[in-house]
């Protein structure tokens, strides 16, 4: 099954995918972002802060 897989190791192929995007702010790579990119940079933003609203449930997941 192959959308089993795909959600399977959604966490780690996200998590790969949001060091990239890491990688590229860091190295200054947001400059010139097309209005498309742009908004998924608004988006990404937002998401990580939604997330950290769950950042205690988390820990209790991991360390469990």
Do not use: H, P, V
């Amino acid at each position: 099954n192959n959308m089993g897989n795909m959600s399977y190791c959604r966490f780690e192929n996200t998590a790969r995918d949001l060091g990239d995007c890491l990688d590229a702010i860091e190295n200054g790579q947001t400059n010139d972002l097309s209005a498309y990119e742009t908004s998924g940079l608004r988006d990404l933003l937002d998401y990580c802060e939604a997330i950290l609203e769950y950042k205690e449930e988390i820990y209790e997941k991991i360390n469990e």
